[in-house]
């Protein structure tokens, strides 16, 4: 793995074992998930929903098999929802978690009229945030070198800084319904592009649809805990 713990544990598979996520499938973004304080339970919602799909509440991440009912009858298709404790990353060499400072959000919602960092938060979902530093500072957790990494740590837990995050079609679209801003990709790849900071090892942008810095994380460091302010160390 290398992720926090129960993110991304569940994943979403059609028939033909293709991943049902919202990548592939807008109507992702029309479902609730809200997780009970001890994260034992997710209770699933479609408040938009004129087909009156039931809320319902499932054990997680044990219910995986009852949750696929309710996903099948969501999306009208036959879902598997499949489980695994070391999650399902997106990327299999720097599977752990991203990291982008707040500044960078702030920065980059200023591109798009009447969004706020808030917003941005929600559209580029990215894990982990630090403050008190510039825009973009978290370029500098990666080198112009595809086979180096850049060591830092955060509390206890030690981390490689790995490369860029190449942004994929979710952040474009409204968390809540999906709704395209057009030109997005564009408008932000240009504001990218032109506020590239003198410490980016812009080498490793052969586009500017990027944001975030991907990581990986040792086996070794499996059950350390990050917490809220931990002090993070190059």
């Known amino acids: 793995g290398g992720g ?29 998930a809200a997780f009970a304080p001890d994260l034992s339970s997710v209770t699933l919602s479609v408040p938009t929903d004129r087909r009156g799909t039931p809320t319902k509440a499932f054990e997680f991440p044990g219910g995986s098999a009852d949750a696929a009912q309710w996903f099948s009858a969501f999306f009208d298709q036959s879902v598997t929802v499949r489980y695994s404790p070391e999650g399902f990353p997106d990327d299999t060499v720097a599977n752990g978690p991203t990291i982008i400072s707040t500044a960078s959000l702030d920065a980059t919602a200023t591109v798009f009229p009447g969004l706020t960092a808030s917003d941005m938060r929600l559209r580029f979902r990215t894990t ?82 990027r944001l975030a810095t991907n990581t990986r994380v040792a086996k070794s460091e499996a059950g350390k805990v990050l917490r809220l302010g931990d002090p993070l160390q190059l």
């Not at 926090?4 to 990548?23: C, H, M, P, T």
């Open 4 to 32: 926090l713990e129960f993110d991304r544990v569940w994943a979403l598979y059609s028939a033909d074992g293709q991943w049902i996520n919202g990548k592939r499938t807008a109507a992702v973004h029309l479902i609730r």
């Open 128 to 209: 982990l945030e630090i403050d008190g530093v510039p825009p973009f500072w978290e370029d500098q957790l990666f080198t112009a070198e595809p086979d180096k990494f850049v060591p830092f740590r955060i509390g206890e837990v030690q981390f490689e800084g790995s490369n860029p995050c190449v942004r994929c079609p979710v952040p474009p679209r409204n968390p809540q319904t999906g709704a395209i801003i057009p030109g997005f990709q564009k408008l932000f790849s240009d504001y990218r592009r032109s506020h590239i900071p003198s410490w980016t090892p812009e080498a490793r942008f052969d586009h500017y649809y």
